[in-house]
Each structure stands twice: as structure tokens, then as C-alpha cells.
């Protein structure tokens, strides 16, 4: 009998996890050029994966449906992109 809310619950969770994603216009707005990477860490959390090359760092918040890339030199912010952030 329990079993049946099982759904309900799950598309609870998954509601509530949405919510609370760091993935946002407001974030992605407030990225800019000189910021370092621990600067965006604390924006946007913990990346999914990061890609190092001789003094530059490409790294990608989110997942292949919505997802933010930070480029670094050194420590800091050069470029940056986002797909499907709203």
C-alpha cells in the first residue's frame, strides 16, 4: 500500500531539488571577467567537470539539458557561456 505514493514523492524530491539549483539567470548574471575560480565556486557550487591545459581551466556546471562553462586563465574568468539558464 505504501508503494503507491512512491511517485508522488519521487516527483516531490525532484521539484524541491530543481528549486534549489545554483544554475540561474540572477547567478549567471553576476559572473564577469577577473572573477577567480573560488569566487565562482561560491556562485554557482561544485562543477561537474573541469578540463586543465597549461594555465587554463575550462569547467561546466549543470548537465547536457542546461548547463554553465566557465573559461579560466590562471585563476581567473575569460569567457563564459550558458544553454538553456532561465
Keep these: 500500500m505504501r508503494l503507491r505514493y512512491l511517485p ?3 516527483a516531490a524530491v525532484a521539484i524541491l531539488l530543481s528549486g534549489c539549483s545554483k544554475l540561474t539567470p540572477e547567478n549567471y548574471a553576476k559572473l564577469k571577467p577577473g572573477l577567480t575560480y573560488a569566487e ?3 556562485l554557482l557550487g561544485e562543477p561537474a567537470r573541469c578540463d586543465d591545459l597549461v594555465g587554463f581551466k575550462s569547467c561546466r556546471w549543470g548537465d ?3 548547463s554553465i562553462t ?8 575569460v569567457l563564459y557561456s550558458a ?4
Design 8 to 10: 508522488v514523492v519521487l
Design 40 to 42: 565562482v565556486k561560491s
Design 64 to 66: 547536457d539539458r542546461r
Design 70 to 77: 566557465v573559461r579560466f586563465a590562471g585563476d581567473q574568468v
Design 83 to 86: 544553454e538553456n539558464v532561465r
